[in-house]
C-alpha cells in the first residue's frame, strides 16, 4: 500500500511538489495525470525511495521513505518510460544482475519465469542491444518484477509501443492488480488510465487538482445531451435558443441532423427541448446523454486549476 | 560489500569485455612501454642510466593509470545520459557500494594494464638493457612501489573525478574535466615527487605515500557524501 502524506519537494526555489496526498491500496490502479512539470516523477521517484521529499513522508507498506529508504526499495518495482537498459548484457544476464541486486534467491529460475511471463523465453541468450523497442520495454518491465514487489510505480510505461504491445501491456498491469499488488501509473495517455486505472489524481503545478474514481471524474462535469431529428439545423437551434437552450451542432451516428446541449437539469431542459423541436415542424428520432471521455474530465479539471493569469495569456 | 563486487563485476565482464572496442583500446597500452624501451637505446652511449631506467618504468605505469581516471569519470557520466543510473539507484542497494562498485569496476582493470604494462617493459628493458643494469634499477621493491602508486593515484583520481561526475550532466562535460583533472593531477605528483626526492635524502617520500593514502580516505570520503542518490536524481 502506499500512503502519500503531505509531500512537499523543491529543486532550488522551485516547488515541484506542494503538499501532496495520495493513496494506493493493494490491488487497486491509481492513475497520475498530469501535463508535463506536474510532479508525476518526482512523486514516483519520492515513493521509490530514491529522491528525498522536502516535507512529509510516504509510506510503502507501513514504512517511512525517510526513516528506511533502503526497505521501501526493496518493496517497490520501478519502471519507467525509456527502458533504460545495459545494452551489452543478454537478458539473462541483466535480469539475473536486477535479481542479485534485489536479494532474490534462485535468480535463474526467477529469470526463466519472468522471460516466460513476458513471451522473452527464446531470448534469453541474446544482447539486449539487439531487441526491438517493444521487447526492450518488456525488459524494463521484467526487471521491476524480479523481486515480485507489492507496489509498482509504472512512468510512462507504454510510451513508444505499437498498439499490440500497448494492448498486451495493459492486460498484464490488470493481471498485476488481481494479484493485489498497489500500482501507480504516471500517465499522459488518458485513454490508457481510462481503460485500466480504478482512481484518478490530477497533479497541476506540483498540487492534487482532483482526485476520484475514474468514473465519477467522468460524470463529474455538467451531463450532455445529444439530440437528432430530420430537418433543417438551424431552424432547430434558433427553435432551442427561443426556448433558452444553447445548442451547437454535433455528429449523429445513424446520419440525422443533430445538436449538443448542456442541461445541469435535465428532467426540466430535456422536455423543454423536445417540445421545441417539435413545435418547430422537426421529428425527433433519438435523445441521449453523451458520455464523457476522461480527456473531456482532465482538460476541464487542468483548466480550472489554472490561475487566471495563466488563463488570459 | 558483496554488492559492491557484483557492480565491479559486471563493469568488468559486461562494459569492459563486452565491448571489443575497448578491448582493442586496452592492447595499444602494451605498444607503449615497446616505445620506451627503443627510445631508452638510444640514451647515451652505453644505453640508459639507472635513473632513465626507472622513469621510463614509471612511465610505463603510470600512463596507463592516467588514462584510466578519464574510464572512471565516463561510466558515471554515461549511466547518467543513458538513464540506466536510474534502475540502478532504485535498487536495494547501498549509495557506498555503487561509488566503491563502480571504482573497483574500473580501477581492477586498468591496474591489470598497469601491471602488464610494467611487465612488458621490464622484460623488453631485460632484453635490450643488460639484465644485471635492469635487476640493478629496479629491484622487486622499486616494482612494487610503482603498482601501488599507481593504484594509490587511480583510487584518489578516480574519487575526485567521481564526485565531478556527480555534478556534471553529460559525459562531454565529465571528460573534459576528467582531462583537466588528469593534467593538474599529473603535474602536481611530479612537482611533488622531484621535490620530496631532494629533502631529507629521499625520506620525503615516505611523508608524500602517507600523504597520498590520506588523499585516497578524504576522496572516497567526499564522494561517498557527495554520491546521495538524491541529489544524483536531482541532476539528472
Redesign the interface.
Known amino acids: 500500500m502506499i500512503d502519500v502524506r503531505d509531500l512537499s519537494r523543491s529543486f532550488g526555489r522551485t516547488a515541484a511538489l506542494d503538499h501532496v496526498s495520495l493513496r494506493v491500496e493493494p490491488g487497486e490502479i491509481v492513475a497520475l495525470l498530469g501535463p508535463n512539470g506536474a510532479g508525476k516523477t518526482t512523486a514516483s521517484r519520492i515513493i521509490a525511495g530514491i529522491l528525498a521529499p522536502s516535507e512529509g513522508d510516504v509510506l510503502v507498506d507501513g514504512i517511512s521513505v525517510r526513516a528506511d529508504p533502503h526497505r521501501v526499495r526493496q518493496r517497490c518495482g520501478m519502471v519507467t518510460d525509456q527502458p533504460s537498459l545495459y545494452e551489452r548484457m543478454t537478458l539473462r544476464a541483466y535480469l539475473g544482475f536486477f535479481c542479485h541486486l534485489y536479494d532474490v534467491a534462485a535468480a535463474g529460475k526467477r529469470t526463466e519465469e519472468l522471460a516466460e511471463l513476458l513471451g522473452l523465453a527464446d531470448r534469453l541468450d541474446v544482447r539486449l542491444g539487439a531487441f526491438s523497442r517493444g521487447m526492450k520495454q518488456k525488459v524494463a518491465i521484467a526487471r521491476g518484477l524480479v523481486h515480485d514487489p507489492p507496489v509498482l510505480l509504472l512512468d510512462e510505461p507504454a510510451t513508444a509501443l505499437d498498439p499490440e504491445t500497448a494492448r498486451s501491456l495493459r492486460s498484464f498491469i490488470v493481471s498485476l492488480r488481481a494479484r493485489h499488488r498497489a500500482i501507480l501509473l504516471c500517465t499522459h495517455d488518458l485513454d490508457e488510465a481510462q481503460r485500466i486505472a480504478d482512481r484518478v489524481v490530477v497533479l497541476y503545478r506540483g498540487r492534487v487538482a482532483r482526485e476520484g474514481l475514474t468514473g465519477a471524474l467522468r460524470a463529474d462535469s455538467h451531463p450532455r445531451f445529444v439530440v437528432s431529428f430530420t430537418g433543417d439545423a438551424a431552424i432547430a437551434r434558433d427553435a432551442l435558443a427561443r426556448a433558452g437552450v444553447k445548442a451547437e451542432p454535433a455528429s449523429s451516428e445513424n446520419g440525422y441532423a443533430a445538436l449538443r446541449f448542456d442541461a445541469d437539469e435535465p428532467g426540466t431542459t430535456n422536455p423543454a427541448v423536445l417540445r421545441a423541436l417539435l413545435d418547430g415542424g422537426l421529428r425527433v428520432v433519438t435523445l441521449v446523454r453523451e458520455e464523457r471521455s476522461l480527456e473531456d474530465a482532465y482538460f476541464a479539471i487542468v483548466a480550472e486549476a489554472r490561475s487566471p493569469e495563466e488563463r488570459n495569456g | 560489500m558483496g ?1 559492491a563486487a ?1 557492480i565491479a563485476w ?1 563493469e568488468i ?3 569492459i569485455f ?2 571489443r572496442g575497448a578491448v582493442i583500446r586496452t592492447g595499444f597500452f602494451a605498444l607503449l612501454p615497446i616505445l620506451f624501451v627503443l627510445s631508452g637505446r638510444g640514451t647515451g652511449s652505453g644505453g640508459p642510466n639507472d635513473i632513465s631506467i626507472l622513469v621510463l618504468a614509471l612511465q610505463s605505469t603510470l600512463i596507463p593509470a592516467l588514462s584510466g581516471v578519464a574510464l572512471i569519470a565516463s561510466t558515471f557520466t554515461q549511466e547518467k545520459e ?3 543510473l ?9 549509495d557506498l557500494d555503487i561509488v566503491v562498485g563502480k571504482l573497483l569496476g574500473m580501477v581492477g582493470p586498468v591496474m591489470v594494464i598497469c601491471t602488464g604494462s610494467l611487465t612488458v617493459y621490464y622484460v623488453l628493458g631485460l632484453a635490450l638493457f643488460g639484465a644485471a643494469r635492469v635487476r640493478e634499477a629496479l629491484p622487486p621493491q622499486i616494482l612494487f612501489a610503482l603498482l601501488v602508486v599507481a593504484f594509490l593515484y587511480l583510487i584518489t583520481a578516480g574519487s575526485w573525478v567521481l564526485i565531478i561526475a556527480a555534478i556534471v550532466r553529460t559525459t562531454r562535460a565529465g571528460q573534459q574535466i576528467a582531462g583537466l583533472t588528469i593534467g593538474l593531477s599529473a603535474a602536481l605528483f611530479a612537482v611533488l615527487g622531484v621535490a620530496a626526492a631532494r629533502i631529507a635524502d629521499g625520506w620525503a617520500l615516505v611523508g608524500l605515500g602517507v600523504a597520498f593514502v590520506v588523499a585516497d580516505v578524504v576522496a572516497l570520503e567526499v564522494a561517498r557524501r557527495v554520491w546521495q ?2 541529489e544524483v ?2 541532476r539528472l
Open positions: 554488492k557484483l559486471r565482464r559486461w562494459e563486452g565491448d543513458n538513464g540506466t536510474v534502475p540502478l539507484l532504485a535498487s536495494p542497494v547501498r542518490r538524491g536524481i536531482g
